[in-house]
């Protein structure tokens, strides 16, 4: 930003403002400026018009007397920093006098430097590039933090509404033959889960939960475009009511090498209440909570690699009873891999047991408000989804 050899077409980039009563120190200034294109000069002689004028000319430094009628040069100071416009303008004051208690004061009411005038034009002007410039980057760098404020906010909105489109998707719950309720807290950031159920025919239901890696928009446009793959049983060559063929069928349409290195773990499963059955398939998903009438738990663990790692994997599919009363839990890595105020990390075992241990009544409040408690905060790093369906009697 130096101006050491402007050309004659360069536009002011330093504004000066001098505030002295003495036209003959304006004049000696306003020659030492007229050589060099990128200073432009104000001339306030009147002290009592000094804050108008900045106001109005919005200088990079305001060269200003000390001693002048009518008004304190001090008290002027003082009011350059009381006033909004000139708060952080740079202001470099002149005396007549070396005097080492006047420059503390000046200093301590908010002056940046201290003049005995009039010295050497060479030293006149590298000060006042230095001011000014000085001057000009801190506003430069006020408008990029407001830009990125604004970035920022604009951001967080999109992913707030990104959010809010993902909770659209999210069935509403059920009851009768089978019951569902659900929980579903997006993090800040926007993770990549999606859940859902919907009857295949008259006594089978889908019921899956996945979780793409990663935050942001990325991960919850792919979750929304493989949940919109499985609610429509669209998935090339896949049967819907066979878990395995699913998995199968989503893991060719969504390979990681062509979905810019995302892959997601999920769990399906088709509930038969006419059978008394549930026919499922894991891929690196956290194991699903099946908890019988009597109060028995069991893990569905997954069998094999998640979505998009490998390209023709195949996924078991294994058949589980589900008489009346059972209830089956999907739920998110964000409920579990949370961070304890001591710095250790919660263990999927520790979760589960606190799982299996919970009140029928407020079933998933409980769960909810055990991670929680476990973290010791509310938000959750990464996305938490809580899905229980239950077989009725």
């Known amino acids: ?59 990079t430094v305001i060269l200003q007397d000390l001693v002048m009628p009518g008004v304190d040069g001090l008290d002027l100071v003082r009011d350059y920093r009381a006033t909004e416009g000139t708060r952080e303008t740079p202001l470099v004051v002149l005396s007549s006098k070396e005097e080492p208690a006047t420059k503390a004061e000046a200093f301590a009411r908010g002056a940046n430097d201290y003049l005995v005038k009039l010295p050497d034009a060479l030293e006149v002007l590298a000060r006042l590039r230095y001011h000014s410039n000085g001057y000009i980057a801190q506003i430069e760098r006020a408008a990029a933090y407001r830009a990125l404020d604004e970035s920022r906010a604009h951001l967080l909105e999109e992913v707030r509404r990104a959010a809010e489109y993902v909770q659209s998707l999210l069935p509403a719950p059920i009851s009768g033959r089978v019951n569902t309720d659900w929980r579903f807290i997006p993090s800040a950031a926007l993770g990549g889960d999606c859940f859902g159920y919907h009857w295949l025919d008259a006594n089978r239901l889908a019921v899956y939960l996945l979780d793409v890696c990663g935050h942001g928009v990325g991960p919850a446009l792919l979750a929304v475009s493989a949940m919109n793959m499985i609610r429509t049983s669209s998935i090339p060559g896949a049967d819907a009511s066979d878990p395995s063929a699913v998995l199968a069928g989503l893991n060719a349409a969504f390979q990681m090498s ?27 998903h956290p194991p699903a909570v099946l908890l019988g009438p009597g109060g028995d738990a069991s893990r569905l663990d997954s069998q094999g690699l998640m979505i998009g790692a490998a390209d023709g994997m195949s996924w078991e599919r294994v058949r589980t009873p589900t008489p009346p009363g059972t209830r089956l839990l999907l739920y998110s890595d964000g409920l579990y891999e949370v961070r304890r105020p001591n710095g250790s990390i919660w263990t999927l075992d520790e979760y589960l047991d606190g799982v299996t241990k919970a009140k029928r009544q407020g079933f998933l409040d409980a769960v909810l408000a055990r991670s929680r408690s476990v973290q010791g905060h509310d938000d959750f790093a990464d996305d938490a989804s809580l899905l229980e369906v239950e077989v009725g009697s």
């Open 1 to 59: 930003m130096s101006d050491a050899n402007p050309s004659t077409n360069d536009a002011p980039t330093h504004r000066i403002l001098l505030v002295d009563d003495q036209p003959i120190i304006g004049e000696a200034v306003r020659r030492m400026l007229e050589p060099h294109a990128q200073f432009a000069f104000e001339y306030c002689r009147d002290p009592l018009k000094a804050i108008e004028s900045a106001l109005r000319f919005k200088p």
């Open 258 to 284: 062509q979905h810019n290195g995302m892959f997601f773990t999920l769990f399906y499963g088709v509930l038969d209440v006419a059978s008394a059955s549930l026919e499922w398939s894991n891929a690196g």
